[in-house]
């Protein structure tokens, strides 16, 4: 089955501990995203990437850090600058103009 | 500023019933406008997606309606079932440099038996 997976499911970081969250697809898309769900808020945009070894901030890149190796990953990294890091991360991808397919969320917390 | 609002925020609703759910938007120059469904603790998946000359889109008990002139799209649940019980989100795409996504807040939906 195409789709994206993203892991872990839940994650917990420890003060000053960067962390990286794993998003593959096997969906050809040239297109991936990281977004930030906030409780009450719409989803946040940190960072995208149109193709392979490139990308670029989104709204909230702030503390963040992500690669693009490969087509099929697109891995975030939480890093201890991000202060307040604690949210439920997206990551997606897509071809020009339809829609995004997302993956199913990776949950973080603060020790 | 480009800006997609959804109201209500939060809806219950007795199964079996209908409900409508509103989306604005100020984002331009439009391209298309999505509604994904998000269940608790899962990503969005899509439902239906207009583009600017489409006024309705259906997609089983879902149905999406886009007024391109007032900005205005509605996403319409018949015969309401517990699963619909989820988050609803309007997306807007816009070009601008590159492709754009505007997220909505989302408008909490329950069901209740």
């Known amino acids: 089955d195409g789709g994206i997976t993203q892991s872990p499911k839940y994650l917990f970081r420890k003060e000053g501990q960067n962390v990286t969250l794993s998003c593959e697809q096997n969906?050809?898309?040239?297109?991936m995203y990281w977004y930030r769900q906030d409780p009450g808020q719409g989803l946040r945009l940190i960072y995208y990437s149109q193709i392979v070894n490139d990308f670029q901030k989104g709204d909230i890149a702030e503390g963040y850090s992500v690669s693009r190796e490969k087509k099929e990953s697109f891995p975030l990294t939480v890093t201890s600058a991000q202060k307040n890091p604690t949210a439920f991360y997206l990551c997606?991808?897509?071809?020009?103009?339809?829609?995004?397919?997302f993956g199913d969320g990776t949950r973080l917390s603060i020790l | 500023k480009n800006q997609v609002e959804q109201s209500p925020q939060s809806l219950i609703i007795l199964e079996g019933k209908n409900c409508t759910l509103q989306?604005?938007?100020?984002?331009?120059?439009?391209?298309?406008l999505r509604w994904y469904k998000q269940d608790t603790g899962r990503g969005p998946v899509s439902l239906t997606i207009?583009?600017?000359?489409?006024n309705t889109k259906s997609n089983g008990r879902y149905t999406a309606t886009l007024d391109a002139d007032t900005k205005q799209s509605s996403l319409h649940i018949t015969a309401s079932q517990l699963s619909d019980s989820a988050s609803y989100i309007c997306v807007v795409s816009f070009v601008s440099g590159t492709y754009k996504y505007i997220f909505g807040t989302g408008t909490r939906l329950k069901v209740l038996a």
């Open positions: 989306c604005n938007y100020t984002v331009s120059p439009f391209s298309n």
């Open positions: 997606a991808s897509a071809r020009r103009d339809q829609p995004q397919h």
């Open positions: 207009m583009t600017f000359s489409e």
């Open positions: 969906l050809n898309h040239d297109a």
